[in-house]
């Protein structure tokens, strides 16, 4: 199985919302409408699963994908983090998470975090609840979410710039 992790392209946006619409229904991920993941495409990548019928040229069917949102030099955010369940478990979350890393160290971005209910697969990729110094984030809610389901994942609207669940 040939696996590449690429940029994401406007042409990926229907596998994209294919790929994660299974997974919001478990309160993990968070819906993302067209308009909102062409927002997120200049840091957004895929991992495509290449066979001999699709070639080499990157066009093969999305099995995963990862977003870096930078919300300032400082600090930004992986989102929409999703493998497809028949590909989990064999390091191509790691390998996205490892882009999204990569890319905010291009961009000269301090910090990347993470706000999931995952923390121990991406204590794996190298996150941790502090940073040198013994700092701490902290955060507060200032407001209520739209799920009710999933009361820590918040589900708002697409124009808000605030970090959310990913
Ligand atoms: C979480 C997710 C992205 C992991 O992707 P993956 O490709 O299966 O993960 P990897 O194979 O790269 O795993 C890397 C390591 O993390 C571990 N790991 C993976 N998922 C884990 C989880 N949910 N909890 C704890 N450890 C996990 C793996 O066992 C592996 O450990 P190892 O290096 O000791 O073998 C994938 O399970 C997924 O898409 N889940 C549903 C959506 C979701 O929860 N997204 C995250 C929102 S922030």
Request: neutral net charge.
């Amino acid at each position: 199985m040939n696996i590449t992790i690429r940029a994401a392209r406007t042409s990926d946006i229907p596998g994209l919302i294919a790929l994660i619409d299974p997974f919001v229904e478990g309160g993990n991920v968070l819906r993302r409408t067209y308009q909102e993941l062409g927002e997120l495409l200049p840091n957004f990548f895929v991992a495509v699963l290449e066979t001999s019928q699709n070639g080499t040229d990157g066009m093969g069917e999305i099995v995963g994908c990862a977003a870096l949102e930078i919300y300032s030099p400082k600090l930004a955010e992986v989102r929409s983090l999703a493998v497809a369940s028949k590909i989990q478990g064999q390091g191509i979350g790691r390998r996205l998470v490892s882009v999204c890393v990569e890319r905010a160290r291009i961009k000269n971005v301090l910090e990347v975090m993470a706000i999931t209910t995952s923390d121990e697969f991406f204590m794996k990729c190298g996150f941790d609840y502090s940073l040198p110094g013994a700092k701490r984030a902290l955060f507060v809610q200032t407001r209520e979410t739209k799920d009710a389901m999933h009361p820590t994942l918040e589900q708002s609207a697409p124009t808000d710039t605030a970090p959310r669940s990913p």
